[in-house]
């Protein structure tokens, strides 16, 4: 067990919904990162907050954002969802080695 | 997009055997790592090789950083039907100005008791 937790496990959504995935970090670790897999993919990097603020985005639309609180937990937000967000959403935490949560799948329908 | 391609794209072996799977990257790197996927869930972290290093053990693993052909290989000695999943290379990439991983899409083992 990484002590990373992702919540929910699954959701199921409707195109153009918005959706928020929740993350708690391993207990110490100021740093988390957000990736996106798409079924039979390696997981792509979304985005990565330190101490509260982005530190680095991969190719990902504004319509994926992201917020880190004071505990160093994280959401993820998704607006105007699209048939092609759906994917297993992946939290980690810490830098050079990660620490990854179990997902939460997200099905757009 | 990918900085890393894993080869083969699937393996099968008997319990027992070793695997190896290979990894090529396409820019400079400050390190690789290996992890590993079960069935879709969260990935573990297995090892981490630096751009420096040629070669690292740990337990019945064995990675090796070639840098001039930018690549690397994963070997599972005497493998266990619990090694069965999918394994990821991912590289951390100089400059990037995070500890952005960049993953290949993944080698998929299965071994067979």
């Known amino acids: 067990e990484t002590g990373v937790t992702q919540s929910p496990t699954h959701l199921i959504k409707t195109r153009g919904q918005q959706v928020t995935l929740r993350c708690s970090s391993q207990s110490g670790h100021n740093t988390v990162s957000w990736y996106q897999q798409a079924l039979g993919q390696g997981p792509q990097f979304i985005f990565q907050?330190?101490?509260?603020?982005?530190?680095g985005r991969g190719n990902f639309p504004p319509r994926f954002s992201g917020l880190q609180f004071p505990n160093y937990s994280s959401e993820l937000n998704v607006n105007a969802l699209e048939l092609d967000d759906s994917a297993l959403y992946l939290c980690a935490s810490g830098k050079e080695t990660q620490y990854f949560g179990p997902g939460t799948r997200l099905l757009v329908l | 997009s990918q900085q890393g391609e894993e080869d083969p794209q699937a393996l099968s072996i008997q319990e027992g055997e070793n695997a190896t799977m290979n990894c090529s990257y396409k820019?400079?790197?400050?390190?690789l790592q290996w992890y590993r996927q079960n069935s879709g869930r969260g990935l573990v972290h297995l090892i981490l090789i630096r751009s420096n290093e040629r070669e690292k053990h740990s337990g019945r693993l064995r990675v090796t950083l070639d840098t001039s052909k930018k690549s690397s290989s994963l070997l599972i000695t005497a493998s266990r039907a619990a090694d069965t999943a999918s394994y990821f290379c991912?590289?951390?990439?100089?400059?990037?100005?995070?500890?952005?991983?960049?993953f290949g899409k993944g080698t998929k083992l299965s071994v067979i008791p």
């Open positions: 820019t400079s790197i400050n390190n």
């Open positions: 991912a590289t951390v990439i100089p400059g990037a100005g995070s500890y952005q991983l960049t």
């Open positions: 907050y330190y101490r509260e603020e982005e530190n």
